[in-house]
């Protein structure tokens, strides 16, 4: 991209669609999707639906906290200061969609957003207002985990789905915890490309002819693929989440490393623009939002990248300078409640113009696509009876997202702590799962959208003061490292029984103070404590987690936590990242 187009790229989407204002007017329009066409190119992208077939409620965080540059900027951003930052008008649909603010009112007043059959009939009138050739359909991971279906078929019901939206090409992160047999079993079912260019073999596994898209390279899968749009060429390089034997047990990719391997992804891309003679390369990304932001700082020849992994809703790209020109970055939401549309306008060998859009999926607002509504209710008709079942009523709004703290989560760990008889709990900090509106019922079906992994066993051990605090550490280490590069995108460990303080901008060891136990007594450092948990990367020979806490709801039916637990935020006073 020339300077002299760079500076037209933007220009133009700060009149004409990047900019969300019009988003927010248009959200209370009669057509939220009339956004008409433009250029030559349209891309498609959706990201971590997490297997959420059906619509859904998913409230988006009141603390994601951004350090040092980072602060006050996209994706760090909540409540007031987003609608104030991207013009969203208060109490619109937008500003229900993409913010927490007054989300059990807005959800109740606007529904349920999501679902594949009313994600096809959004898909469907995109691509025919692209014409033919002119649109593809692409996918940035975590699509086939993160249900109760998605786990009892292995993610074989996610693969007919996709297939049935006509997803074209994604990259992966949960995919992999299936294992290696079970997802190869899939990509064979699945009618797209996986692209991977950052999964290679072992030294072992090369050594011993382990399977290899190509063998000189140890490369595992595809790591790019040229598609023809609207008669240009454009490169969509998959880059899957870099951390997979890191976040997860290593037992389920024995044969393969991973990482970011931006000088590897350099030379690739410089192939396919002096050879290949692509006109735009985009990225396809699972590393999070902060991470491609410090790759699209280091990497040259990306145009956009179209990322996912830490579920930010953000409505207008982020341009990044390097050394080759500027990139644009964007992440598309999670759980189908969002449909990216970036809109390009090129030339022999380069982006002349933009659009992008970040769509909300209202459920009320689209008729759902028949063929694939039939699908879903066969495939589910199987478990229904028993993901249907009721097992408590919502006692307040029960929400899992947020840097520190949510409620669905603190129910967790009451559960783990009461069914096993333990002191203190820990869980993890997925950002995936449903909201449950108070007064609602929890069903089957809630509980494992919370958690639904292949390694759900829960554990108890005894761990001393030290230990504790030591594994919180670390974790607040991988969401609060200055360097982008060892963030893993997940949020801080839930604790069930003890408040803290936690310091982000310091260094590990010295965030986190003040650890305070329920009978508000001090965590002792060398004192032994009763510990329970789950999602192991160790295997382990507990109930799976589903099973404790349906089996505690069951007997507490108005379900609400015992207490949240408290978290002080000390040296961040007034960040944008933070409401209250």
Request: proline share 5%; charged share 25%.
């Amino acid at each position: 991209m020339h300077r002299r187009d760079v500076l037209k790229l933007f220009t133009a989407a700060a009149l004409a669609g990047v900019a969300p204002a019009g988003l927010a007017r248009a959200a209370e329009a009669d057509d939220l999707y009339g956004i008409g066409r433009f250029g030559n190119a349209r891309l498609l992208h959706m990201t971590d639906t997490h297997a959420q077939l059906l619509p859904v409620h998913f409230r988006e965080p009141s603390v994601n906290l951004g350090l040092g540059p980072r602060a006050g900027q996209p994706p760090h951003l909540v409540g007031e200061a987003f609608l104030k930052y991207f013009d969203v008008a208060p109490k619109s649909r937008a500003a229900h969609a993409f913010t927490y603010l007054d989300f059990t009112e807005a959800a109740r007043r606007y529904g349920k957003l999501g679902g594949f059959a009313h994600l096809k009939t959004l898909i469907d009138r995109l691509r025919a207002d692209a014409g033919p050739g002119g649109s593809i359909l692409i996918d940035g991971g975590d699509l086939w985990q993160g249900s109760g279906l998605a786990d009892a078929t292995h993610g074989e019901d996610m693969v007919e789905a996709s297939n049935l939206l006509g997803i074209e090409a994604m990259t992966g992160h949960f995919e992999f915890t299936y294992g290696e047999e079970r997802l190869r079993a899939n990509l064979k079912r699945f009618n797209g490309e996986f692209l991977a260019q950052n999964v290679f073999l072992t030294e072992d596994a090369a050594f011993n002819d382990k399977p290899a898209f190509d063998a000189a390279s140890g490369r595992v899968f595809k790591p790019a693929t040229i598609k023809e749009i609207g008669g240009k060429r454009i490169a969509i390089v998959g880059q899957a989440f870099p951390y997979v034997p890191v976040a997860h047990p290593k037992r389920f990719t024995p044969d393969w490393t991973f990482g970011i391997r931006d000088a590897e992804m350099q030379k690739l891309i410089d192939g396919l623009r002096q050879n290949d003679k692509v006109d735009a390369v985009v990225l396809l990304s699972h590393n999070g939002m902060d991470v491609d932001l410090k790759l699209a700082s280091r990497v040259t020849g990306i145009d956009v990248i179209l990322g996912g992994h830490t579920h930010d809703a953000v409505p207008r790209p982020v341009a990044v300078t390097n050394a080759g020109g500027k990139t644009l970055v964007t992440n598309a939401g999670s759980n189908g409640k969002f449909l990216g549309v970036l809109d390009l306008d090129l030339d022999k060998g380069r982006v002349k113009d933009v659009r992008y859009h970040l769509l909300p999926v209202y459920a009320d607002l689209l008729k759902p696509d028949a063929e694939v509504e039939a699908f879903v209710a066969r495939v589910r008709k199987p478990y229904a009876a028993g993901f249907d079942a009721k097992l408590a009523v919502a006692g307040e709004l029960l929400y899992r997202r947020g840097n520190f703290n949510g409620t669905m989560d603190q129910l967790i760990c009451d559960a783990l702590r009461a069914e096993l008889g333990a002191e203190l709990a820990l869980s993890p900090g997925f950002r995936w799962g449903k909201s449950v509106l108070p007064g609602d019922a929890i069903t089957m079906d809630d509980v494992l959208s919370e958690t639904a992994i292949t390694y759900p066993q829960v554990y108890v051990q005894e761990m001393t003061g030290d230990q504790i605090k030591a594994i919180m550490e670390d974790v607040c280490d991988n969401l609060f490292n200055p360097d982008p590069y060892y963030q893993q995108g997940g949020d801080m460990v839930r604790v069930g029984g003890m408040d803290y303080a936690c310091a982000p901008a310091e260094s590990i060891g010295h965030r986190l103070s003040d650890l305070t136990l329920d009978n508000g007594k001090p965590l002792e450092a060398g004192k032994t404590y009763k510990v329970a948990g789950w999602a192991s990367v160790n295997p382990q020979e507990g109930k799976p987690v589903a099973d404790v806490f349906a089996s505690y709801l069951r007997g507490v039916k108005d379900a609400r936590p015992k207490k949240l637990n408290k978290v002080a935020i000390k040296g961040l006073a007034n960040n944008p990242g933070m409401a209250g």
